[in-house]
């Protein structure tokens, strides 16, 4: 069964420092997806990363995929208040469904 | 704004009452998922339909059933409603079944509140 584990669960950070959130998945996956919601908001999709060693950037937000070591990281740079929100990963497998199994969140909050 | 819609935005009912949720996908898209998102169980996915054909079943309970018309768009009925039944239910469409550049664009969720 494909577990994702998302750590830490909540994060609160200054403005201006920098942070990594860390997605591991317990087996093969094809895709990695790291989606930002803010509260009592739709999911808004901020990567995918389809291969081992894919990274990219948007902005102050940085996502990466290991997948070998089943290991994706966001990592945000000098944060800013109106990235607070909650961040998901979520893994997908190639199969006859492409289900996506969430993990459990991360809560980050940036104080000024 | 991804282009899938969702109704209603919320939701209050009584326990054992029973109630529809409905969505319509992205132009085009045959795929639609039913994910859950409570706070205790988090983000949970709970079916799909592929071309008015169920696909894949997750963690739905036998309370719940969805199913997808000719035009696409998807109702998830949930009946016998329990309170932690509570949450934020979203519909998810894509232009496949599966595929590694099959990516699910989600709608505004449906909030359903059970007293």
């Known amino acids: 069964e494909l577990k994702v584990e998302q750590n830490p669960l909540f994060l609160s950070m200054q403005e201006g420092k920098n942070y990594t959130i860390y997605c591991n998945y317990s087996?093969?996956?094809?895709?990695l997806y790291w989606y930002r919601q803010d509260p009592g908001k739709s999911l808004e999709s901020l990567f995918v990363?389809?291969?081992?060693?894919a990274v990219k950037q948007e902005g102050r937000l940085m996502a990466s995929l290991d997948t070998k070591a089943r290991l994706s990281t966001l990592h945000i740079t000098a944060a800013v208040h109106d990235l607070s929100a909650t961040y998901f990963c979520a893994v997908g497998r190639m199969d006859s469904s492409y289900k996506l199994i969430f993990g459990s969140g991360t809560r980050l909050l940036v104080r000024p | 704004d991804s282009g899938v819609t969702q109704t209603p935005k919320h939701l209050i009912t009584a326990t054992g009452q029973r109630v529809t949720l409905r969505c319509s996908p992205r132009?085009?898209?045959?795929?639609v998922y039913w994910y859950q998102q409570s706070l205790d169980q988090g983000l949970q996915f709970l079916i799909q339909?592929?071309?008015?054909?169920?696909?894949a079943k997750g963690n739905i309970l036998e309370r719940f059933s969805a199913q997808q018309f000719p035009d696409l768009h998807s109702e998830l009925n949930l009946s016998s409603l329990e309170l932690g039944d509570s949450a934020l239910y979203f519909c998810?469409?894509?232009?496949?079944?599966?595929?590694?550049?099959?990516?699910?664009?989600f709608g505004p969720g449906t909030r359903l509140t059970v007293l």
């Open positions: 132009s085009g898209d045959l795929s």
């Open positions: 339909y592929y071309n008015g054909e169920e696909r």
């Open positions: 087996t093969t996956s094809d895709r």
């Open positions: 998810a469409s894509s232009p496949l079944a599966g595929g590694i550049y099959n990516e699910q664009f």
């Open positions: 990363l389809l291969s081992n060693g």
